[in-house]
């Protein structure tokens, strides 16, 4: 990295750490104790309510009551309706996310406060984080919310840890199947004093030489397919999660959170030309500070203040060319900090209103040594935004009106030029408890993608770059109805919900190819996306559970031109089902049984923008059985794909078929 740089970094991050030092001890000292006897205080959030944006179209999914089989987060978020997870390799390797026909880089992804998506646009492994630490997973799924800093289009995952722990969580977890695949986990967590520790630590390993049909690149000759054994397609991945929260007086709060990430993988490339010998190695720290403060000089107003670093270092080796064009050995490193700045004012118990500020910086510095010079051009982001959410509520809190309004300021500077945008950013939301129970929810809002350095600035291989991008828009819309369903003798309640949206995206970017062996990136074209998600869930005498998320899209280009217009976007499936039933049974007290089956159905969608190549229908079982005894130990065997359906989910990247699974829990 650029030593200029440096400077510049301490001096924010020195400025922002005494924000955190000043504000809030002299927070604290603001007002004398007063001994008010025994305050009982109760937390009357619904779990099961988003905590950013009660009027916003959102999931919230919380792993301790969600799937058996779900060992990853990406795992996780395939119960949300909306979502389409499209895997460039199998478990949660390489997952890209589509929220509503989005790209993986129009969809913002939050650890606690702190983003996890970086101007390079390169995909989040989100194995970063192990699972065992995750309090809930939040999935907006109409554009940002007002309290989140940066706009995006596709929508925004939120990922909340564990915080305050109510009793001593102690466990050990490990699992073997398939492909040689073992993956092993140690998590801590406990209240010492104002202390609460959490303390996670993750490793998997696997082989993941499967079968699959390889077509020879004959797609539609099928008398020289064969099953092919895939290859370097191995992989050992670490992570070490830790989280101290401090439980200071006064309501005041603060957490210092590190993730440590490392995973080396084999590149197999194309199923069709299986590369042996490409590799590439990631590693990643991630270290936050968070501060909060209820009654922050007056009881009507709380603070909020965080900042954080991010390193993260890439190292692909393609010797013999066999991923790119030519041989690559490229050693990039990316260096991200920020920090926010938030006030939540309560002006009355029906209008609250809340700001923030919140500034980021990147630094790109890439290194190919096959190349000539090997150091490639180094490219930088810096963001000043600022936002204001105003929440009122009318009669007796039946209706909740939410507009928002951010303001994004971005300088970016590459070898190609210096490039700065200006961008303004809103949304109105509405919620009505129209009769107790039943809600009707409406969004409207405008948000951006901005362009990645990749395709402003290029990269040292075949990427050109292109200084004169304008960030990608869109305009949603999204009306729904949900109702939660009461409780009956032998019915434990449920919850039901439908929700019709419309997405109008222009400026959308697509790399052109320029030559042989050169593409570049440009503003071609527009898209319009509409569709319906609907989700029901519901519980029978205790024993009995049912859930089933179904969405229906049509994601099309609007472009005009010619050879695209009206066509399906690439990608965008128009149907996808999940549905899941499981049974629980308890004897003698201390010994349980779960059995569950889930089935995912992913109808065909095309590969290319003129659709004439067709990826076919998927239809994905599961299935499997949980021995738990004196809630201590529990035993799990499972299968997935028992249909054997061998599919893709993006072309040439193949998916395993039939595997079973083994695991043993050990909580203390």
């Known amino acids: 990295m650029n030593v200029l740089h440096w400077p510049f970094l301490a001096l ?72 389409y997870v499209k895997r460039y390799n199998w478990l949660d390797d390489m997952s890209a996310l589509s929220i509503r026909g989005s790209s993986a880089s129009q969809v913002e992804i939050y650890i606690d406060d702190i983003p996890l998506m970086n101007a390079q646009g390169t995909m989040i492994d989100l194995g970063v984080v192990p699972l065992s630490v995750v309090d809930r997973i939040e999935v907006y799924r109409g554009g940002s919310p007002g309290k989140i800093p940066e706009s995006t289009i596709g929508g925004v995952v939120l990922l909340k840890t564990k915080s305050k722990i109510k009793k001593r969580e102690v466990s050990a977890y490990g699992y073997a199947g398939s492909f040689e695949t073992v993956k092993g986990r140690a998590t801590y967590a406990d209240s010492i004093g104002i202390v609460t520790p959490v303390i996670a630590f993750d490793h998997t390993r696997s082989l993941g030489d499967f079968l699959y049909n390889n077509d020879n690149g004959t797609r539609f000759n099928t008398s020289d397919d064969a099953l092919v054994r895939r290859q370097n397609n191995d992989f050992s991945q670490n992570s070490l999660f830790t989280k101290f929260l401090f439980d200071l007086p006064r309501d005041a709060t603060i957490s210092l959170t590190n993730i440590f990430f490392q995973k080396d993988e084999g590149v197999p490339g194309l199923a069709t030309r299986q590369s042996l010998t490409a590799r590439l190695e990631t590693l990643r720290n991630t270290t936050s500070v968070v501060a909060e403060k209820k009654g922050l000089f007056t009881e009507k107003l709380s603070g909020h203040a965080d900042v954080f670093f991010d390193y993260l270092n890439s190292r692909f080796r393609d010797p013999m ?55 490639g051009p180094e490219s930088s982001r810096h963001s000043i935004n600022a936002g204001l959410e105003e929440e009122m509520m009318f009669f007796s809190e039946r209706l909740s009106v939410i507009p928002s309004v951010r303001v994004e300021n971005l300088f970016n500077r590459g070898d190609l030029g210096d490039r700065s945008d200006h961008q303004l950013s809103a949304k109105l939301g509405l919620s009505l408890r129209m009769v107790d129970r039943f809600y009707f929810k409406a969004n409207g809002y ?105 969405t229906f899209q049509e994601a099309k280009d609007d472009s005009g031109n010619p050879d695209t217009q009206g066509k399906y976007l690439p990608g965008r499936p128009k149907n996808e089902l999940y549905a899941k039933g499981a049974w629980q049974e308890e004897w003698l007290g201390w010994f349980k049984t779960s059995l569950w089956c889930d089935l995912n159905f992913i109808s065909g969608n095309y590969l290319d923008t003129q659709n004439l190549l067709l990826l076919t229908n998927r239809t994905l079982l599961g299935s499997g059985v949980t021995f738990n005894f004196i809630g201590h130990i529990a035993l799990s065997f499972w299968a997935q794909n028992i249909l054997n359906d061998r599919v893709s989910d993006v072309i040439g990247f193949p998916m395993p078929g039939r595997s079973y699974w083994g695991s043993l829990e050990i909580k203390i």
């Not at 600035?457 to 939660?484: I, R």
């Open 12 to 83: 924010r991050k020195g400025f922002l750490f005494s924000i955190l030092i000043v504000l809030f001890p002299a927070a604290l000292a603001a007002e004398r104790p007063v001994d008010l006897g025994e305050v009982v205080v109760e937390d009357k959030m619904d779990d099961k309510e988003p905590s950013l944006d009660r009027s916003a179209a959102a999931t919230v999914l919380i792993p301790e009551e969600s799937r058996e089989e779900a060992h990853s987060v990406s795992e996780l978020l395939e119960e949300s309706p909306g979502v």
């Open 321 to 375: 060319g066999q991923i790119g064009p030519t041989p690559e050995e490229t050693d990039d490193n990316t260096y991200r900090a920020g920090g926010n700045l938030k006030g939540t004012v309560e002006w009355t118990p029906h209008q609250i209103m809340t700001a923030y500020a919140a500034e980021r910086s990147e630094f790109f510095v890439p290194y190919d040594g096959l190349a000539t010079p090997p150091n």
């Open 446 to 550: 405008r948000g951006f993608r901005n362009p990645t350095f990749a395709e402003l600035f290029g990269n040292t291989g075949m990427l050109q770059g292109n200084p004169a991008l304008e960030p990608e828009k869109a305009v949603n819309f999204d009306a729904g109805l949900s109702y939660d369903l009461p409780e009956a003798s032998w019915f434990d309640g449920g919850h039901i919900e439908a929700t019709y949206y419309r997405n109008y995206v222009s400026n959308l970017i697509q790399y052109v190819q320029t030559s042989n062996f050169t593409a570049k990136a440009f503003n071609m074209n527009k898209a319009v996306i509409q569709g319906v998600e609907a989700m029901a869930a519901a519980k029978f005498a205790k024993r009995f559970s049912l859930l089933a998320s179904y």
